[in-house]
């Protein structure tokens, strides 16, 4: 079956611009979880949505947004740009919510790198 | 702090040798998985492990964890230039909820001919 697929794959913005991200998960899938990963900090956890429903949230500021539609695919939204920013940004699906007990596998697409100049 | 801790950094290696990489946190886990990222993709699950002690082989790659559910570590034996990538360890702290699932920074592993 087709992967977690995330558009765009690439994309330049100057500051000041907002970026709207996309994520459609596997088939069946209706976790979605979105992390920043940068050289420096690695993965950072974002947010995590199930069933249109924001689960989770990680620390980052309000410019970081996102929700879920009832297909399960997912958007995030991040206004007012910061070079900071500049970073891939990954989507992972999975079949049920990653509660504590949960040891499966996330799903991760192939990422959208941004670049903020 | 980084809940988990990854070394080393980074490790360049020729054809042939052996290694392990480590992945410790003060925090216990109620299970560590063990991802690959490769250049220009998503990471990818290698393995899980859940029991204290737990050691799992996937072929030429061995995994422990630690016996207080603290730590982890990769060994793998005979490393390939198909071995080169970021190796991520990730888990979910015990008693936490609807926790998230935390990644250390990785290893980033060269393997050359």
């Known amino acids: 079956k087709a992967g977690v697929t995330q558009t765009p794959r690439y994309l330049i913005k100057t500051r000041g611009q907002q970026v709207t991200l996309s994520c459609s998960p596997i088939?069946?899938?209706?976790?979605v979880s979105w992390y920043q990963q940068t050289p420096g900090q690695g993965l950072q956890f974002l947010f995590e949505?199930?069933?249109?429903?924001?689960?989770n949230k990680g620390n980052f500021p309000g410019r970081f947004s996102g929700r879920q539609f009832s297909n399960s695919r997912s958007e995030m939204n991040v206004s007012t740009l910061e070079l900071g920013d500049s970073a891939l940004y990954l989507c992972?699906?999975?079949?049920?919510?990653?509660?504590?007990?949960?040891?499966?596998?996330?799903?991760f697409g192939e990422g959208s790198r941004l670049t903020v100049l | 702090t980084q809940l988990l801790e990854q070394s080393p950094q980074f490790l360049s290696i020729q054809e042939g040798e052996n290694l392990t990489v480590y992945c410790n946190s003060s925090?216990?886990?109620?299970?560590l998985q063990w991802y690959r990222q490769e250049p220009g993709e998503g990471p990818v699950l290698l393995v899980t492990?859940?029991?204290?002690?737990e050691v799992k082989k996937l072929k030429r790659l061995t995994f422990q964890f630690g016996d207080a559910r603290k730590d982890s570590s990769l060994h793998i034996t005979a490393a390939q230039p198909g071995d080169t990538g970021l190796y991520l360890c990730?888990?979910?702290?015990?008693?936490?909820?609807?926790?998230?699932?935390?990644f250390g920074k990785g290893t980033m592993l060269l393997v050359s001919p």
């Open positions: 088939s069946g899938h209706r976790s």
């Open positions: 992972a699906s999975s079949p049920t919510s990653g509660g504590a007990t949960y040891t499966g596998e996330l799903f």
């Open positions: 990730a888990g979910r702290p015990m008693n936490s909820g609807y926790s998230t699932l935390t």
């Open positions: 949505y199930f069933s249109e429903t924001q689960r």
């Open positions: 492990v859940v029991t204290g002690g």
């Open positions: 925090s216990v886990f109620s299970s």
